[in-house]
């Protein structure tokens, strides 16, 4: 008979309770701790804090616990704005001082660029800053049912798919913060059970709420609804699978916000930077970067609907603006003739492929602005750098893949020229950084 190898078992004792001092955080914001040679990762406390956690979950490599009780207190430590922050999944860092989430997102760069790159000396500027309370332009709110068809109407909590019921939420704008209540109202009214599966909240110069509906509404459902639209200052929009339709019986259209002195629309389904204020102070810092001139030709890759590409345009002599997503494409297309721009040109291409000659990668281009999504630009980055451009900025929402892909930089005779930090998600462990290369 064959013997297998069968590994020992790890003995669970979650919700047991275990009493550490806190090192450092770790890239989600837990506070790291050790029991012998296992590492400890709490959610809730901070660096400097002897704390009583319950142990949430045990692995062979690990275990995750949460504070319950602080013995010691940080000095970094604050009261939470927002009384479901220890439930809610929306928020990290609500318990933690403005300057310290700034300095924390700061280090997490920093260990990246000497883990990625093999940089230590950055060359840091003042990191862009707006509000930190009331920024978001667009969040989805979850709507979830128990077996009685109960509604719960919120964020999810951490760690989970099951959401937190909320009452109220500070990330949100005013106009939409104290809203969930009469959401929850409204729903405990309708006869047609299970019928919304999520509520969409869209803050732009025509604020809006969007009702996902799933089911068939009755007679009594939508008079509540129509009821209901009557008394807000804001547009009541139902989507189905086929089309959006206004409840204030107004003809649904697209949204729009300025720019540096564009307009630029957007579907409730476009991607737009949920920051709105920190957007403008972006955009305006990339001009500044960039040094752009009147000559000037510029590359804006991944540019989705033209936030960078039409501002930039006022400026240069062209841009070209290359987006993965046609109907991104086509939004871009109609934002610069919005806005009586005809040097603008934006195409549809797959800026992932591991390596490619598109006609617009030549040596007409004079500067180059990329803001990718999270998994960054490896491949595009790869591209670039054969145009010998004296200036690439390079946009990230996650300093791990933008750390990765600037070395491709470093290697093909670029410096980090400027690092700036954009709290684009404060209260949150996201972090958004801007980069300016520079060929040496």
């Known amino acids: 008979m064959v013997n297998f190898y069968k590994p020992k078992a790890v003995k669970k004792q979650q919700n047991r309770l275990i009493t550490v001092e806190i090192n450092s955080l770790d890239i989600n914001g837990d506070g790291v701790s050790r029991i012998g040679k296992k590492p400890v990762f709490i959610s809730g406390a901070l660096p400097g804090e002897k704390v009583e956690a319950k142990v949430s979950e045990e692995k062979s490599k690990y275990l995750r616990a949460r504070a319950i009780k602080i013995y010691q207190q940080s000095e ?33 760069v920093a260990t990246l660029f ?6 230590n000396d950055l ?6 800053i707006s509000e930190q309370w009331n920024y978001r332009r667009k969040a989805r709110i979850g709507v979830q049912y128990n077996k009685l068809n109960q509604t719960t109407i919120g964020f999810r909590q951490k760690g989970s798919n099951v959401l937190t019921p909320v009452k109220s939420c500070h990330l949100l704008p005013s106009i939409f913060a104290d809203e969930f209540s009469a959401f929850h109202e409204l ?21 809006a709420v969007i009702f996902r509906q799933v089911a068939k509404l009755t007679a009594h459902d939508l008079a509540l609804l129509e009821k209901f639209s009557t008394s807000k200052d804001y547009q009541l929009l139902l989507q189905t699978d086929n089309a959006i339709v206004d409840l204030n019986k107004q003809k649904p259209g697209l949204f729009s916000y300025d720019i540096c002195g564009s307009q630029l629309q957007f579907s409730e389904s476009d991607f737009v930077q949920v920051n709105s204020h920190l957007n403008i102070a972006m955009v305006e810092q990339a001009i500044d970067y960039l040094q752009l ?20 345009a006022k400026m240069v002599n062209k841009v070209i603006g290359v987006e993965g997503v046609q109907a991104m494409v086509d939004r871009a297309q109609s934002n610069a003739q919005l806005n009586q721009l005809s040097n603008c040109e934006f195409l549809q291409a797959d800026l992932n492929v591991e390596k490619d000659r598109f006609d617009w990668l030549n040596s007409d281009i004079d500067k180059v ?10 491949n595009a980055v790869k591209n670039i750098v054969e145009l010998n451009v004296n200036l690439i900025l390079y946009i990230s929402c996650d300093p791990a893949t933008m750390t990765r892909d600037a ?34």
Request: aromatic fraction near 10%; proline fraction near 5%.
């Open 123 to 128: 060359p840091w500027q003042a990191p862009l």
């Open 114 to 119: 000497s883990r990625n790159a093999d940089l």
């Open 369 to 378: 602005l990329l803001d990718p999504a999270r998994a960054g630009a490896f």
């Open 293 to 312: 001139e009147a000559s000037d030709t510029v590359l804006d890759l991944f540019c989705g609907l033209g936030n960078f590409s039409i501002p930039m």
């Open 187 to 207: 729903l405990d009214n309708f006869t047609s059970h299970r019928a919304i599966s999520h509520i969409e909240i869209i803050d732009a110069e025509r604020p």
């Open 407 to 440: 070395k491709i930089l470093f290697e093909h005779g670029y410096k980090l020229e400027k690092l700036s930090l954009m709290d684009m998600f404060s209260q949150t462990r996201h972090v958004e950084t801007m980069a300016l290369f520079i060929r040496n």
């Open 76 to 108: 970094q430590r604050v009261e939470p704005k927002c009384r479901h922050f220890y439930q809610c999944g929306g928020c990290d860092l609500q318990h933690m001082s403005s300057d310290a989430q700034i300095a924390y997102k700061q280090k997490k």
